[in-house]
């Protein structure tokens, strides 16, 4: 297929909720951000399990085959199978990458627990900067088998002045995918730009397209595939991670289970209201609207809205695409606007992928 012309900068954002692997292409052109794709599309197995490479028994083939592609030259792969014989999950990225010129667009990828972890500290050791990172690290390397490296350790202030931290626990299968469709991207791997947290992502696009009062408190209900998370919000800042939900949209009575989890962080921590809550994910799938809103009538409730961000194509099917790719699409909008209002100060890319990336042009 023939590279497509990109217009601006253009930035692809990707996050894997079990089998599902959500894609989203935006484009920075006079200022402007433009979602100009937007996919959703299932893996052959979950990233954490091996992958069957391409043609052997019992995995898919690529339209067209090898001649769509060419000969693959040897690549340096996180896996050791030859790159002419690329896994059935690399063979679905390889398709929804194709036809983009690889060093005209960057990606970036958003990770959920258990690929990245949280904890919480009383104060930021009167420390900030490398140095906090530093002692952060010293004391998370007694509640683990070792302590983390700094490329994989991110800090924020809570809205109770508490320190939370972020650590990636590896997580990087997509980068290794992307290692071995290298040789079939003209030789050119795409430039990783952000590795973060989805759930502090969800927290940036909120921060960003919404003015919040200081004392007001915001839930964020993200209904994905395999599971649901709930965040609470104090003003601008992160307030509570309520533990994982293990369902997704298609749970029987999701809606209940999200219910129930809002009211019962609600007492756990002592507030006595919630004055918006912004629903995100599939969340429309599980009609989850109109299910909170005669138990929260004092909240205002709606699907995310990132009014910054051109409205998607015409052809979208649905009117909350927006809310549905929220976390992939924040972070292609954080690797476009590294200085945008509300983001965090985090990047988890690991130092050795820095280091043996090319240049690129932005």
């Known amino acids: 297929m023939p590279h497509q012309t990109l217009k601006g900068k253009t930035a692809v954002g990707l996050f894997v909720d079990g089998l599902q692997l959500k894609y989203v292409q935006l484009s920075l052109t006079a200022g402007k951000v433009t ?17 069957l490479p391409l043609n052997a028994p019992g995995s898919p083939t690529v339209a067209g085959d090898e001649g769509a592609f060419g000969v693959a030259e040897a690549v340096e792969a996180a896996t050791e199978e030859p ?31 258990p690929a990245v972890r949280y904890h919480e500290f009383d104060s930021d050791f009167g420390l900030n900067g490398l140095k906090l990172k530093k002692r952060v690290a010293q004391e998370l390397a007694t509640t683990g088998p070792e302590s983390p490296t700094l490329d994989a350790l991110g800090v924020i202030t809570t809205a109770s002045g508490r320190l939370l931290t972020i650590v990636r626990q590896g997580g990087l299968q997509l980068f290794d995918l992307l290692s071995e469709i290298g040789s079939f991207l003209n030789g050119t791997m795409p430039r990783i730009k952000l590795v973060h947290s989805a759930d502090l992502a969800l927290l940036e696009i909120v921060r960003s397209s919404y003015e919040l009062q200081e004392e007001s408190v915001t839930v964020l209900a993200y209904v994905g595939h395999d599971f649901s998370r709930v965040i609470f919000m104090q003003g601008n ?3 509570h991670f309520a533990p994982i939900i293990s369902e997704g949209h298609n749970a029987p009575k999701i809606e209940n289970t999200i219910y129930s989890r809002i009211r019962l962080e609600l007492e756990n921590n002592g507030l006595r209201r919630i004055d918006r809550i ?5 969340s429309y799938k599980a009609n989850l609207l109109d299910a909170m809103a005669p138990e929260f009538p004092q909240a205002k409730i709606e699907y995310l809205k990132v009014p910054q961000i051109e409205e998607a194509p015409a ?5 909350e695409v927006v809310s549905e790719y929220a976390i992939p699409l924040a972070v292609a909008w954080r690797a476009l606007q590294p200085n945008l ?8 890319v690991p130092a050795s992928i820095i280091h043996n990336q090319k240049a690129f042009a932005w």
């Not at 100009?36 to 992958?51: G, H, I, N």
């Not at 690399?90 to 929804?96: M, R």
């Not at 052809?315 to 009117?319: E, R």
């Not at 209002?341 to 988890?348: F, I, Q, S």
Request: glycine share 4%.
């Open 278 to 282: 912004l629903l995100a994910g599939e």
């Open 341 to 348: 209002r509300g983001a965090y100060n985090v990047d988890l």
């Open 83 to 113: 790159a002419t014989e690329m896994t059935a999950n690399a063979t679905i990225l390889l398709n929804l990458l194709e036809g983009l010129p690889p060093k005209e667009y960057t990606v970036s990828i958003a990770l959920c627990e």
């Open 35 to 51: 979602l100009r794709d937007f996919k959703t599309v299932s893996l052959e197995t979950k990233l954490e399990k091996k992958s």
């Open 237 to 239: 800042n992160y307030l």
């Open 315 to 319: 052809s979208s099917p649905v009117p």
